[in-house]
Protein backbone atom coordinates (compact mmCIF):
# COMPACT_ATOMS: atom_id res chain seq x y z
CA UNK A 1 0.00 0.00 0.00
CA UNK A 2 1.66 3.33 -1.33
CA UNK A 3 -0.59 6.49 -0.39
CA UNK A 4 0.33 10.00 -1.16
CA UNK A 5 -1.58 13.26 0.77
CA UNK A 6 -0.91 16.53 -0.67
CA UNK A 7 -1.29 19.50 1.71
CA UNK A 8 -1.01 23.47 0.73
CA UNK A 9 -2.67 25.54 -1.39
CA UNK A 10 -5.01 28.13 -0.93
CA UNK A 11 -6.29 31.27 -2.06
CA UNK A 12 -3.94 33.86 -3.79
CA UNK A 13 -3.94 36.47 -5.69
CA UNK A 14 -1.80 36.82 -9.08
CA UNK A 15 2.01 37.57 -8.56
CA UNK A 16 1.27 35.70 -5.15
CA UNK A 17 3.03 32.85 -3.41
CA UNK A 18 2.03 29.24 -2.84
CA UNK A 19 3.63 26.19 -1.66
CA UNK A 20 2.59 22.91 -2.25
CA UNK A 21 3.72 19.57 -0.19
CA UNK A 22 3.41 15.74 -1.29
CA UNK A 23 3.93 13.11 1.46
CA UNK A 24 4.46 9.43 0.25
CA UNK A 25 3.40 6.27 2.70
CA UNK A 26 3.42 3.04 2.47
CA UNK A 27 5.52 -0.25 1.14
CA UNK A 28 8.29 1.79 -0.63
CA UNK A 29 10.60 0.08 -2.28
CA UNK A 30 13.07 2.89 -4.51
CA UNK A 31 12.04 6.18 -5.39
CA UNK A 32 12.86 6.66 -9.04
CA UNK A 33 11.58 10.47 -9.13
CA UNK A 34 8.87 12.53 -7.19
CA UNK A 35 6.99 15.84 -8.18
CA UNK A 36 4.53 17.25 -9.84
CA UNK A 37 1.98 17.32 -12.54
CA UNK A 38 -0.93 20.11 -13.32
CA UNK A 39 -3.89 19.97 -15.54
CA UNK A 40 -6.06 22.88 -16.61
CA UNK A 41 -9.41 22.66 -17.62
CA UNK A 42 -9.25 21.34 -21.21
CA UNK A 43 -5.86 20.60 -21.56
CA UNK A 44 -3.86 17.60 -21.41
CA UNK A 45 -1.90 17.09 -17.58
CA UNK A 46 1.91 18.38 -18.04
CA UNK A 47 4.88 17.85 -16.06
CA UNK A 48 5.55 20.98 -13.68
CA UNK A 49 8.70 19.89 -11.83
CA UNK A 50 10.27 16.81 -10.44
CA UNK A 51 13.35 15.61 -8.47
CA UNK A 52 14.72 11.88 -9.10
CA UNK A 53 16.95 9.92 -6.65
CA UNK A 54 19.83 10.89 -8.17
CA UNK A 55 18.86 14.52 -7.29
CA UNK A 56 18.50 15.93 -10.21
CA UNK A 57 15.47 18.04 -10.73
CA UNK A 58 13.36 19.28 -13.88
CA UNK A 59 11.01 21.84 -14.65
CA UNK A 60 8.68 22.96 -17.13
CA UNK A 61 9.80 25.38 -19.09
CA UNK A 62 7.08 27.88 -18.43
CA UNK A 63 8.31 27.62 -14.89
CA UNK A 64 12.13 27.96 -15.04
CA UNK A 65 12.94 30.29 -12.30
CA UNK A 66 9.62 30.99 -10.76
CA UNK A 67 8.96 27.21 -9.03
CA UNK A 68 11.45 25.32 -6.87
CA UNK A 69 11.00 21.87 -6.11
CA UNK A 70 12.73 20.31 -3.27
CA UNK A 71 12.42 16.95 -1.51
CA UNK A 72 13.10 15.45 2.31
CA UNK A 73 14.58 12.16 1.39
CA UNK A 74 14.04 10.98 5.12
CA UNK A 75 10.30 11.43 5.26
CA UNK A 76 9.40 10.68 1.68
CA UNK A 77 8.04 14.08 1.09
CA UNK A 78 8.22 17.05 -2.09
CA UNK A 79 7.37 20.61 -2.05
CA UNK A 80 6.92 22.95 -4.56
CA UNK A 81 7.08 26.31 -3.85
CA UNK A 82 5.17 28.54 -6.57
CA UNK A 83 6.48 32.44 -6.86
CA UNK A 84 4.73 34.49 -9.38
CA UNK A 85 1.71 33.09 -9.93
CA UNK A 86 -0.31 34.27 -12.84
CA UNK A 87 -3.86 32.71 -14.28
CA UNK A 88 -2.30 30.85 -16.54
CA UNK A 89 -0.39 28.44 -13.88
CA UNK A 90 -4.71 27.48 -12.86
CA UNK A 91 -4.86 24.13 -12.64
CA UNK A 92 -5.44 20.75 -10.76
CA UNK A 93 -1.39 20.06 -9.34
CA UNK A 94 -0.86 16.34 -9.15
CA UNK A 95 1.75 14.75 -6.75
CA UNK A 96 3.28 12.15 -8.72
CA UNK A 97 5.52 9.29 -7.54
CA UNK A 98 7.47 7.03 -9.39
CA UNK A 99 8.76 3.65 -7.95
CA UNK A 100 10.38 0.46 -8.81
CA UNK A 101 11.15 -2.75 -7.31
CA UNK A 102 14.47 -5.04 -8.12
CA UNK A 103 13.49 -7.52 -11.16
CA UNK A 104 10.76 -5.61 -12.52
CA UNK A 105 10.84 -3.26 -15.76
CA UNK A 106 7.21 -1.59 -15.49
CA UNK A 107 7.63 1.30 -12.75
CA UNK A 108 5.10 1.87 -10.51
CA UNK A 109 3.25 5.00 -10.45
CA UNK A 110 0.98 6.71 -7.65
CA UNK A 111 -0.92 10.21 -8.02
CA UNK A 112 -2.25 12.38 -5.03
CA UNK A 113 -5.33 13.15 -5.19
CA UNK A 114 -5.20 16.57 -6.74
CA UNK A 115 -5.06 20.14 -5.50
CA UNK A 116 -6.96 23.07 -7.37
CA UNK A 117 -4.65 26.23 -7.34
CA UNK A 118 -5.51 28.56 -6.70
CA UNK A 119 -8.34 27.40 -4.33
CA UNK A 120 -11.06 29.08 -2.62
CA UNK A 121 -10.15 29.31 1.00
Known amino acids: QVQLVESGGGLVQAGGSLRLSCAAS????????MGWYRQAPGKERELVAT???????NYADSVMGLFTISRDNAKNTVHLQMNSLNPEDTAVYYC???????????????WGQGTQVPGTT
Open 96 to 110: NLRTKRPGVIIEAAY
Open 26 to 33: GSIFSIVA
Open 51 to 57: TTSGGSR
